[in-house]
């Protein structure tokens, strides 16, 4: 095969055209894929701490989604927590109003002897009210254990036994609470109904019809006896209790109150309790429920080992026992229930409902603290992703404004050399003149 001479302009014309399409497509490459080092032949060093920059902002990006599952975890005890505060809040008003109808619940003794401590008869005679004349009337006969009746010159008696042994007295327990007082023979009733008034467990008083009725001040069992006071021990006497209230036997009078509107709150109070477990079991996200006991780890960073940054969030089993809200029951209460009848159990209650408040914004306020952590991370991690990428875009994007006006003038030189080289050939063209 014969071998083709060229002349030196058109070897250096072609030499020009190649060098400028390798060069315009090199542009095109550029323009096409929008960055300038597409491999390590471009250039190692940015291709690779590009590949680094971007691996981690991939990885970065990963972790992304369980923190944001790890937020929704949060919120989600965290909305628990205030539905189950709600839930407390009506509890309290539960108790409050059951404190409220107090007045209802308290044990009432009411005498029932005939025609009163005083009869209509001896108002009469004593020119006096019904009411007047028994407050009037001594409580002790001296000269027996049988009632004196009033006239017009006596004031009269209601025949309770001159004390033998220590001294007459009357005793009122309400709950554990006890209180005695003495009386002797010129104690009127209106004498021992102040002594009652006074003892602040009980209130006293005598009614139009002539009977004496005892009320007690709390809502706690109401009993009423009396008898003999002897070196501050108390007994009691036959006969006295019928005396002063009709009983037929010689034992002390109790008496305990009952409110219907408690009773009915009996109910409404479980079933609100009943609501704070159910609620507690559904504040759970994904699987994991901080208000169950369930533990929460949310991991920030992509290192293992020692450098590995996490935060742990160990919940709390969230129940009403677990937070101290006894159940409420209508009569006798056992361990932590409440007596809905008794005012002492309200109270207690009502300061366990209180104490439980204190603890439900303590546990919300840690809950918020990690819940800002973690927000914080997320955000942190967020822009950690955009700096890794931007700067990982600095090292490998190409400038397409730049690759434009390159590629543009390569075309133009494209042209050009392209007519150099016809200016080439034409030249050498010029000896066929000659034949």
């Given at each position: 095969m014969a071998t083709?001479?060229?002349s030196s302009g058109v070897r250096s014309a072609l030499s020009s055209l190649g060098s400028t399409k390798t060069e315009a497509q090199q542009a095109q490459f550029r323009l096409a894929t929008g960055k300038k080092v597409n491999s390590a032949v471009d250039n190692p060093v940015n291709f690779f701490t590009a590949s680094g920059l971007n691996d981690r902002?991939?990885?970065?990006?990963?972790?992304l989604d369980g923190i944001s599952n790890g937020v929704q975890t949060i919120q989600a005890a965290s909305k628990g927590l205030d539905s189950i505060t709600s839930l407390v809040k009506s509890l309290q008003s539960t108790v409050k109003?059951?404190?409220?109808?107090a007045a209802s619940n308290r044990p009432k003794v009411t005498s029932n002897v005939a025609g009163g401590l005083a009869t209509t008869a001896e108002a009469t005679l004593r020119n006096s009210s019904q009411r007047e004349a028994a407050l009037n009337k001594l409580v002790i006969?001296?000269?027996?254990?049988?009632?004196?009746?009033?006239?017009?010159?006596?004031?009269?008696?209601?025949?309770?036994?001159?004390?033998?042994?220590?001294?007459?007295?009357?005793?009122?327990?309400a709950g554990n609470t006890t209180y005695s007082f003495s009386f002797d023979g010129t104690t009127t009733l209106r004498d021992l109904v102040n002594n009652i008034n006074s003892s602040g467990i009980a209130t006293a008083s005598v009614g139009n019809d002539g009977q004496l009725t005892v009320t007690g001040s709390g809502s706690d069992a109401l009993t009423i006896e009396a008898g003999t006071l002897n070196a501050g021990v108390f007994a009691a006497v036959a006969g006295d209790n019928t005396a002063l209230f009709g009983t037929a036997d010689n034992t002390a009078v109790v008496a305990s109150g009952n409110s219907a509107v408690r009773t009915t709150l009996v109910k409404q109070f479980n079933d609100l309790r009943d609501q704070i477990d159910g609620l507690a079991k559904d504040a759970g996200f994904n699987g994991i429920n901080l208000l169950g006991g369930d533990k929460l780890s949310i991991t920030f960073n992509e290192k293992t080992g020692a450098n590995k940054n996490k935060l742990d969030v160990q919940g709390e089993t969230v129940t009403a026992t677990n937070l101290g809200i006894g159940s409420a029951v209508d009569g006798t209460a056992?361990?932590?229930?409440?007596?809905?009848?008794?005012?002492?159990?309200?109270?207690?209650?009502?300061?366990?409902?209180?104490?439980v408040l204190t603890s439900l914004r303590a546990t919300s306020s840690s809950l918020g603290s990690q819940l800002s952590v973690v927000e914080t991370r997320q955000n942190f991690t967020k822009d950690m992703v955009n700096t890794l990428t931007a700067g990982a875009d600095n090292l490998t994007l190409a400038d397409?404004?730049?690759?434009?006006?390159k590629l543009l003038a390569l075309q133009?030189?494209?042209?050009?050399?392209?007519?150099?080289?016809?200016l080439s050939n034409q030249a050498d063209q010029a000896v066929l003149r000659l034949f």
């Open positions: 083709v001479s060229l902002a991939g990885q970065l990006t990963d972790l109003q059951a404190q409220n109808d006969d001296d000269n027996g254990v049988t009632a004196n009746t009033a006239t017009a010159g006596y004031q009269g008696n209601l025949g309770v036994a001159t004390a033998g042994a220590g001294t007459n007295a009357v005793q009122i327990q056992t361990g932590n229930d409440y007596n809905i009848q008794n005012d002492t159990d309200l109270a207690k209650a009502a300061d366990a409902l209180t104490n397409t404004n730049e690759e434009g006006a133009t030189r494209q042209q050009l050399s392209q007519t150099a080289l016809s």
